[in-house]
């Protein structure tokens, strides 16, 4: 699955928090590998640790741990490694910035109802992300209360934008994960086909 002339591809799965991304990442990774496709997982959670040791979330620093991220796996296209990028990417200009240095790129945007993305992040424990990000970022805008290491937060604070140019978009409020997963399997073979 790798592109001609040794160069591989990048998928980039975007959406609020709580929409079902990481889990489709995942899910697309290890089905990719049951396939004997070599792929590697780039998450920006684990990613923005590495650019900035001891982040504080401001929106510079997020433009910026976006602009290494797609550049990071633009750099392993070029090495021939097929890419998947786990990110929220809220600016429709930080997918833009990929789709410009990764000839073969498709954006997977994962849509779900805030309401829905807000009661899966309330049960998400805490771990490389902030645990309860909604609830803290309503509050916050409620109360003016501040949480260390909060920036903002996707939904609540800075909206989402929609790329009218993503190449694959689902709706993931009511599917199950098997059918999201299924449905975008679906859509990367068509992709990688004609591509």
């Known amino acids: ?59 510079e620093e997020r433009e910026t741990a976006y602009r290494l991220f797609a550049e990071e796996a633009a750099r392993l296209v ?26 073969r790129f498709a954006e997977v945007f994962v849509h779900c109802g805030l309401d829905t993305a807000m009661a899966r992040e309330a049960g998400r424990p805490a771990g490389k992300v902030m645990a309860d990000l909604y609830r803290k970022a309503l509050e916050r805008r409620k109360t003016g209360r501040d949480f260390e290491g909060l920036g903002e937060v996707i939904g609540v604070d800075v909206p989402f934008e929609r790329d009218p140019g993503a190449e694959f978009v689902i709706d993931n409020t009511a599917l199950t994960r098997e059918e999201t997963l299924g449905k975008t399997l679906h859509f990367l073979d068509t992709w990688l086909a004609s591509v």
Do not use: C, H, Q
Request: positive net charge; proline residues 5%.
């Open 1 to 59: 699955m790798a592109g001609s002339g040794g160069e591989g591809w990048a998928i980039w799965v975007v959406g609020l928090p709580g929409s079902g991304k990481s889990t489709l990442a995942d899910g697309l990774r290890d089905a990719l590998t049951a396939r004997g496709v070599d792929v590697e997982l780039l998450r920006m959670d684990e990613r923005r640790k590495a650019y900035f040791p001891e982040p504080r979330y401001t929106r």
């Open 78 to 103: 070029r090495r021939g490694r097929n890419v998947i990028l786990d990110g929220s990417a809220y600016k429709a200009a930080m997918r833009r910035y990929a789709r410009a240095l990764i000839p």
